[in-house]
């Protein structure tokens, strides 16, 4: 009994190993289709293109002149494409990481359908709170010469819900009113230093 129960248990391992179909390399060139991307619960293909760029500098590469004190000091272009469903507000929010989170920038109330910003352009119906240089808008990288580079944060938030954030706010309040409200974000970093 104890052989037949032996023999039986080897053939069932000999079938599991073995089922006839047998894994050959492709033949050169050949190529397999792209495999669908994976969405979590509750997550649509919005949500995973959430992110945000630039035609003016490679992400964590050097701001250009043109986009600081030291040249036009205008705000650089700026993409995102598409939103996650459920989002009513943009806003977007630029710091200086090594100095104290300095605020160079922050728009609010960009209408959720917005997808890019052209170079110095507040859409219409968009509101630019002062800057941590107590002007309204942009103000442009200009770290201490000789400091080394300075890395600025571009935060872009996709909100739930509206912000309250007005023309002209005080930076720490608008920020304040951003952060309180859920979403998503997505951020890209440019660095800048002067000699």
Known sequence: MRTAAI????????????????????APGATAPALPATTLPGQTAAVRALA???????????IPV???????NVSPPL???????????????VTDNDA??????????LDMTTQALAIGVVPE???????SAGSVGWTGPCPPKGSGPHHYVFTLYALTGPTGVTAGMDPGAAIAAISQISGLTATLTGAYGRA
């Open 52 to 62: 945000l760029s630039t035609t003016a500098f490679e992400p964590g590469g050097p």
């Open 79 to 93: 993409a995102w494409g598409s939103v996650p469903e459920g989002t009513v507000e943009l806003a977007l929010v």
């Open 7 to 26: 023999v039986t248990i080897a053939l069932i391992v000999a079938g599991c190993a073995h089922d006839g179909r047998t894994l050959s390399p492709p």
């Open 100 to 109: 104290n989170g300095f605020v160079h920038w922050v728009i609010a109330q």
């Open 125 to 131: 119906g968009a509101v630019e709170a002062k800057n």
């Open 66 to 72: 043109e986009y600081t004190c030291d040249g036009a």
